[in-house]
């Protein structure tokens, strides 16, 4: 049963469009929410953060919301460039336990 | 470098075959994991080590896998008796310490192809 769900497994926005990436979870009890990139042949990296204690983070092109009571977090990107083409996932966690991570979107940026 | 480094890039292994992928965490962390990702899935978890504590081993999908960590240090994961079906990428990440809060840095992966 997946804890961590992203039920989009692709997108395609034009250049200097919004991508918005969704996520849903389960686990009441995850206090904390990553999204990370990925490029072919590359390790995932570490893209924003959110806790459960905000709804909304920050950080340059990118802002991730959190909706507690209905156990989804979103990623924006605006605007998109296509070097933002890659494997979005979505990741959430608690204290003392290891990251859940869900499948992934393949975003596609076209210019 | 700086970074979690992993070997070898790629493996490939004819079906029965015992497998060992090392993993070299970032100097200073504490917490290191274990994932793979088969073709068209999400990143599964394996296996977690914190400093000292018992790993947890939940993810491991069966008792042919198998991991170690001396210490803080370097981490093995070996695949015995290697099945068409352990084909994927086996990624390993550390961070400071598993708070669940902590960013994990992830290696670039081992690709293992079973024949």
């Known amino acids: 049963d997946q804890q961590v769900k992203q039920n989009s497994p692709s997108l395609s926005v034009q250049e200097g469009r919004i991508s918005i990436l969704n996520c849903d979870y389960t686990n009441s009890m995850f206090d904390y929410f990553l999204w990370y990139k990925k490029y072919p042949a590359e390790g995932p990296t570490f893209l924003i953060s959110?806790?459960?204690?905000?709804d909304k983070n920050e950080d340059g092109r990118f802002t991730v919301f959190l909706n507690k009571s209905a156990k989804h977090l979103s990623l924006h990107i605006v605007p998109s460039q296509p070097g933002d083409s890659a494997v979005y996932f979505c990741?959430?966690?608690?204290?003392?336990?290891?990251?859940?991570f869900g499948k992934g979107t393949t975003l596609s940026v076209s210019s | 470098g700086a970074g979690v480094s992993q070997s070898p890039s790629n493996k490939v292994t004819e079906k029965g075959k015992d497998v060992e992928l090392r993993c070299d965490p970032i100097s200073g962390h504490t917490a290191l994991y274990w994932y793979r990702q088969r073709l068209g899935q999400g990143l599964e978890f394996l296996i977690y080590f914190q400093g000292n504590s018992a790993p947890d081993k939940s993810g491991l999908p069966s008792d042919r896998f198998s991991a170690e960590r001396t210490g803080e240090s370097v981490s093995t994961l070996t695949i015995q008796r290697t099945q068409q079906e352990d084909s994927a990428v086996y990624l390993c990440a550390s961070s400071p310490r598993l708070t669940g809060t902590d960013t994990q840095y992830f290696g670039p992966g081992t690709r293992l192809t079973v024949l």
């Open positions: 959110i806790s459960s204690i905000k």
């Open positions: 990741a959430a966690g608690q204290a003392g336990t290891a990251l859940i």
